[in-house]
């Protein structure tokens, strides 16, 4: 806009010393006097030279004009791309930046996700050893559970294999001094059958022969038949002991109890399991650990076995 009003005000100018110039000419021009006229046009060829001359100053002027609006728009023009070449840097510039926000932000928000994977697998695994340690400690109640009551149950047996030894011994002392006995008897029979006839003495001995081993016997029978009893003690502890293992106790069971009947067979296999009498809830308890142990201990002594194959027991559970 600035270019074009500097050109505009040396053309107005060129344009009116123009105009001006034609109207002197037409006014300075008569038809009646030609000698006047040429007069006149003498008189103004210096005013036409000097016209002439301010028309080369013109266009010269005008070219100049022209040439600086040339510059200016050349100029305007570089100007412009300039501009518009800044622009298009600022909006790649833009671009970049955008792109670099862009990309940061996937990174954050990849990182979030994997913090939040992170802290997810730090719980689970937190959470897993949480698990692991309650079943190790699970584990190690019912392993100490387990050796209270394998401890408990050799107890039992060593007391019993005990009792047993100490009646063995007691039965072979009575043994022993029923034998002095006998033999003290004897010495004394022999001394007073040496005072009687020879034919009662032969009767005499073979009676008391035959009363020696009746004696015998029947202390052979005694000492066997505790043998067994005490076999019969030993593997009924060891029966209670199993099913003590097995129950299932709770604090409304504290003091009471329930009596059973268990039937074996010779493996010890539980073929019957009745419960007589007793509180329910023992009862039930007693019943489910006999069936759960499914075999309880026999002894391979068929005299024992016969005593314990139908037996009756009193379940009182045991609190620690």
């Known amino acids: 806009m600035a270019g074009n009003s500097d050109l505009t005000v040396p053309v107005s100018i060129s344009a009116g010393i123009h105009i001006g110039f034609i109207v002197i000419l037409a006014l300075g021009i008569s038809f009646d006097d030609k000698p006047k006229q040429m007069q ?3 008189a103004s060829a210096p005013a036409v030279q000097a016209i002439v001359i301010d028309q080369q100053k013109v266009n010269d002027r005008v070219e100049q004009l022209k040439k600086q609006k040339q510059d200016v728009t050349k100029q305007e023009k570089a100007r412009q791309a300039e501009l518009e070449r800044k622009a298009s840097e600022a909006r790649r510039e833009r671009e970049r930046e955008q792109e670099k926000i ?4 996937i ?17 689970a695994a937190q959470a897993k050893q949480v698990l692991e340690k309650e079943r190790a400690d699970k584990a190690e109640v019912v392993r100490k559970q387990k050796e209270q009551e394998q401890k408990a149950s050799e107890d039992a047996a060593k007391k019993a294999a005990e009792k047993r030894k100490q009646e063995e011994a007691a039965a072979k002392k009575a043994q022993e001094e029923r034998q002095r006995a006998d033999d003290e008897r004897k010495r004394k029979e022999d001394a007073e059958r040496k005072r009687k006839a020879e034919a009662d003495t032969k009767a005499r001995q073979e009676r008391e022969m035959a009363e020696a081993m009746a004696a015998e016997q029947d202390s052979l029978s005694k000492t066997r038949n505790k043998q067994v009893l005490s076999e019969v003690d030993k593997y009924k502890a060891m029966i209670i002991a199993t099913i003590q293992r097995n129950l299932v106790v709770d604090e409304s069971m504290r003091g009471k109890s329930c009596r059973v009947f268990i039937r074996l067979a010779s493996d010890g296999f539980v073929t019957t399991s009745q419960t007589l009498d007793g509180d329910q809830v023992v009862c039930r308890a007693a019943k489910a650990s006999i069936n759960k142990a499914g075999r309880l201990p026999v002894s391979p002594e068929p005299a024992v076995y016969q005593q314990l194959k139908e037996i009756n027991l ?7």
């Open 314 to 320: 009193t379940v009182s559970p045991e609190f620690n």
């Open 40 to 42: 006149t046009a003498a």
């Open 102 to 105: 862009k990309t940061l932000e």
């Open 107 to 123: 990174q954050r928000k990849q990182k979030e996700q994997e913090t939040q994977k992170a802290n997810d697998a730090a719980k």
